[in-house]
């Protein structure tokens, strides 16, 4: 099943959480969708479920709009916040959404096992760790069998254990059963570890959609490249006759900004300059993500400039 958000815009008072953000998802794979905190994932997502009404704008699975879905917990499971009643043990939680969904309670032992808390399922939820809270509401957003999953931020506060379990789970319910997985992170680094395609924004602004792989080279022109070599006056020169930007040479490095490992190492070999250590400093993507991390106004300012 296809996401699809056009246009959608929200603001609260004077802040445009929001604006004209456009981007679809597709089937089998993971999207991520990453920014910055505040950068209006959550306004979006919630938007997406119906949970809050947009200005301006729709998101649709497969064309229709979630209130119009007829069976919506069985078309798409959401986690967006984990509040559950403490005193009740998590299967006894998914046995009362089953019943408020009108699904079979069965599911609750089933979803409890999908996501490792099978031994756990009887005990107070108040007692759960994170992580295992985290596996309780994905296990809640999955009773219904849903083909699209929609997770707010669900790896904060996981440990690196609970982490690497979650995204090998992602990956099964994305690549092997074909579900359709928008999954949202403010950090880049998990973000690229996890999905296969990720929405960038900042500022409720669209900012960069595409593959990892795409977005890392079309943005690697921005990143710098390290070299070391024992010849680093030599190599400096070569690269700069090249007509590249080379920093000085200190200590056998040399830094290369606006170009690719690729151009440096095949200036390099045909100069017959030993090399020593050749690297991408920071990856394009890195580098775009740090501007809208550290500076977002701005940011959103010269990109709005530059359209
Ligand atoms: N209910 C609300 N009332 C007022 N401002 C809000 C509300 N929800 C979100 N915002 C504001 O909208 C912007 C986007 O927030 P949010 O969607 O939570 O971003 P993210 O999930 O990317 O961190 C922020 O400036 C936030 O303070
Ligand atoms: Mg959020």
């Not at 309780?136 to 219904?144: E, F, I, N, R, S």
């Not at 992602?170 to 999905?195: D, F, I, K, P, W």
């Not at 930007?245 to 190492?265: F, M, Q």
């Not at 580098?287 to 300012?301: N, S």
Request: aromatic share 4%; glycine share 12%.
């Amino acid at each position: 099943m296809r996401v699809e958000v056009r246009g959608l815009s929200k603001s609260f008072g004077a802040v445009r959480a929001v604006d004209d953000l456009s981007f679809t998802v597709e089937p089998g794979s993971i999207t991520g969708f990453l920014g910055p905190n505040g950068a209006g994932k959550t306004t979006t997502l919630r938007m997406a479920l119906g949970l809050e009404q947009p200005d301006a704008g729709t998101a649709t699975f497969d064309g229709v709009a979630y209130a119009d879905l007829l069976s919506p917990v069985r078309t798409v499971g959401a986690v967006l916040e984990t509040a559950f009643h403490p005193a009740r043990s998590g299967r006894n939680h998914l046995r009362v959404y089953c019943r408020a969904a009108g699904l079979p309670v069965s599911r609750a032992d089933e979803v409890l096992a999908q996501v490792g808390l099978a031994d756990a399922g009887r005990r107070r939820a108040g007692g759960y760790s994170l992580g295992m809270r985290q596996r309780l509401a994905l296990a809640t957003a999955l009773l219904g069998d849903p083909a699209v999953l929609v997770l707010d931020e669900p790896a904060n506060g996981l440990d690196p254990e609970g982490i690497q379990w979650l995204r090998g789970f992602l990956r099964h319910l994305a690549h092997t059963e074909g579900r359709t997985v928008l999954v949202s992170s403010h950090l880049l680094a998990e973000m690229e570890q996890t999905a296969d395609r990720v929405v960038i924004v900042g500022a409720g602004r669209l900012v960069r959609e595409g593959s990892i792989a795409e977005l890392r080279s079309g943005t690697q022109g921005s990143g710098a490249v390290l070299v070391r070599s024992p010849e680093a006056g030599r190599l400096a020169e070569v690269l700069r006759v090249a007509g590249l930007s080379v920093g000085p040479a200190e200590d056998g490095r040399v830094t290369v900004t606006g170009t690719t490992p690729a151009t440096v190492g095949a200036h390099a070999f045909r100069a017959g300059v030993e090399l020593h250590e050749l690297r991408a400093e920071t990856s394009g993507l890195e580098e775009l993500y740090f501007r809208l991390t550290a500076g977002q106004e701005q940011f959103a300012a010269s990109q709005g400039a530059a359209r």
